[in-house]
């Protein structure tokens, strides 16, 4: 058994409370969340960040507060390469008490797409479709 210390309490979010969409707006990615966190005991005041990742490559997104939850206009995926994979980090930021502090945390958040949705499955290994492999294996 895999013993974990958490000492500074944080929660960890579930996925089920998390959706995201990635879309094409004008030739551009962009993605738009729904969040659930008032369940969660978080404050009202804490910042809620939005993350998308690929690899080393990430991108920061300010959505506001659990009592005040305010996405921002614009969401485009400008720094993240051209890939399917993205994965997503939401997090839940102390800025009242101990500034910075970790409140909760969500990772390797995948977004939902049309062809997951309409096949019914998720695959076991993804498969990023949008390069083209020429006579790789």
């Known amino acids: 058994m895999i013993r974990r210390l958490n000492y500074t309490g944080r929660k960890l979010i579930p996925h089920d409370n998390i959706l995201i969409n990635v ?3 004008d030739g551009k990615r962009a993605f738009n969340a729904e969040l659930e ?35 921002p206009l614009i969401t485009y995926l400008t720094e993240i390469p051209e890939t399917e994979q993205i994965l ?6 102390d800025v009242e008490g101990r500034n910075g502090k970790l409140l909760g945390l969500a990772e390797r958040v995948s ?6 949705e309409t096949i019914g499955r998720t695959p076991l290994l993804p498969v990023d479709f949008s390069k083209d492999l020429g006579q790789q294996i």
């Open 88 to 93: 997503f980090r939401v997090k839940v930021v």
């Open 23 to 25: 879309r094409k707006i």
């Open 37 to 71: 966190l008032e369940g969660l005991g978080f404050s009202g005041g804490s910042k809620i960040y939005i993350e998308p990742y690929y690899k080393s490559s990430f991108m920061r997104f300010d959505f506001g507060t659990i009592e005040d939850f305010s996405p």
């Open 111 to 116: 977004p939902k797409s049309e062809e997951t």
